[in-house]
C-alpha cells in the first residue's frame, strides 16, 4: 500500500469516528515562527559579534595614538633630557665638609699655616676635577673624565676601559679595549651624563646635542650655586683656625704669645684670600666657557 493510499483511508477513519482531523498545512505558520525567531537570533548574534569587532577595533586605533602619543613625548623628554645633561647636577657636586671635631687639648695649640693652606687647596681642586662634566658651549674630552664603569665586579674610570676621542662637535665614541665592555660603558654614559649612546663592535657611539643658550644659562646658574658652596667650605676651614687664633691673640692659650698668634691669623688670612682668587678664577674660566658664542 502507497503512502497516499493510507494517508486516504486514514482520513475516512478518523472521518466515521468523529474526530476532527488538523489539517497539515495548519502546521507551517508555527514552523514558519520557530524558522522566523532562529534567524532573528542567530542575526542578533551575528550583529552582536560584529559590533564588539568594531568596538574592539576603536579601542585598538584609540591604544595605538596614545602608544604614539606617549613615544613622542618620550622622544621629546630624551631630547630636553639630552640638551640640558649637563645642567642637572648632582646634589654630590655641591661642596660637603668632612667632619672633623678637634680634641680638646688640640684647640691649646695654634693650627698649622701650612695644613691650613693645604685643606684649602684641595677644596679648590676638588671645585675645578667637579667642572669636568660640566658641559660648554664646545663639548671636550674632558666631560668623560669622572664617568664610571662597572667593569670585572669593580668600578673603573672611562678612560681604563676605553679611548675617548672627540670625532665632531657633536659626536664622541669610546672604543672599548675589551669589546664585551661596550655595553657597559654605553650604560655608565647613559646614566651619569644623560645622554643617549649606542654600542656596536665593541665602539661606543655617543651623540653630543648642542645645548641652546637658555640651557646654557641654566648651567651657568649652576656653576655659581657651585662655585658658592665651595666658598663656603674654604671659609669653614679658615673659621676653625681663627676660633683657635683669635684666643692666641687675647692670650687666653698657655704657651702661647700674642705674637705668634697674631702672625698664624694673618697667614690663613692670606692663604684663604689666595684659595678663594684661584676658585673665582676657575669658575669665571668655566663660566667663559659655557656662555662662548658659537
Known amino acids: 500500500m502507497n503512502a497516499s ?5 486514514l482520513r475516512q477513519s478518523l472521518q466515521c469516528t468523529g474526530r476532527r482531523v488538523i489539517p497539515r498545512p495548519s502546521t507551517l505558520p508555527a514552523m514558519d515562527t520557530v524558522a522566523s525567531s532562529w534567524r532573528y537570533k542567530h542575526s542578533g548574534a551575528k550583529m552582536g ?5 568594531l568596538d574592539e577595533l576603536a579601542h585598538e586605533q584609540s591604544q595605538k595614538k596614545a602608544q604614539e602619543r606617549r613615544q613622542k613625548k618620550k622622544a621629546r623628554k630624551a631630547e630636553t633630557t ?9 646634589e654630590e657636586e655641591l661642596y660637603q665638609e668632612e667632619e672633623e671635631q678637634l680634641a680638646e687639648e688640640e684647640q691649646n695649640f695654634l693650627p698649622d699655616p701650612k695644613q691650613t693652606k693645604l685643606k684649602m687647596k684641595q677644596i679648590v681642586q676638588r671645585f675645578i ?5 660640566m658641559r660648554g658651549a664646545e663639548p671636550t674630552v674632558a666631560l668623560f673624565d669622572n664617568v664610571q664603569v662597572e667593569a670585572y665586579g669593580a668600578r673603573t674610570s672611562l678612560q681604563s676601559v676605553a679611548q675617548v676621542v672627540l670625532v665632531s662637535p657633536t659626536l664622541a665614541t669610546a672604543t672599548c679595549f675589551d669589546p664585551s665592555l661596550a655595553k657597559a660603558v654605553r650604560t655608565a654614559v647613559a646614566q651619569q651624563l644623560n645622554l643617549n649612546p649606542s654600542a656596536e663592535d665593541g665602539v661606543v657611539n655617543i651623540p653630543l646635542p648642542r645645548i641652546s643658550l637658555e640651557s646654557r644659562q641654566k648651567i651657568a646658574m649652576t656653576l655659581a650655586k657651585r662655585a658658592e658652596s665651595y666658598r663656603q667650605g674654604i671659609r669653614q676651614v679658615r673659621r676653625k683656625a681663627m676660633d683657635v687664633t683669635k684666643k ?3 692670650g687666653k ?3 702661647v ?3 705668634d698668634a697674631f702672625r698664624v691669623q694673618q697667614e690663613v688670612e692670606a692663604a684663604t684670600e689666595e684659595a678663594i682668587h684661584e676658585l673665582n678664577r676657575a669658575a669665571e674660566e668655566k ?4 656662555m662662548a658664542v658659537e
Open 287 to 290: 663660566h667663559n666657557s659655557i
Open 257 to 259: 704669645s700674642k705674637d
Open 82 to 90: 639630552s640638551e640640558a645633561a649637563a645642567v642637572e647636577q648632582p
Open 248 to 250: 692666641g691673640v687675647a
Open 129 to 133: 676635577d667637579s667642572l669636568k662634566n
Open 253 to 255: 692659650l698657655e704657651h
Open 49 to 53: 559579534q560584529h559590533l564588539e569587532r
Open 5 to 9: 493510499r493510507f494517508s486516504s483511508l
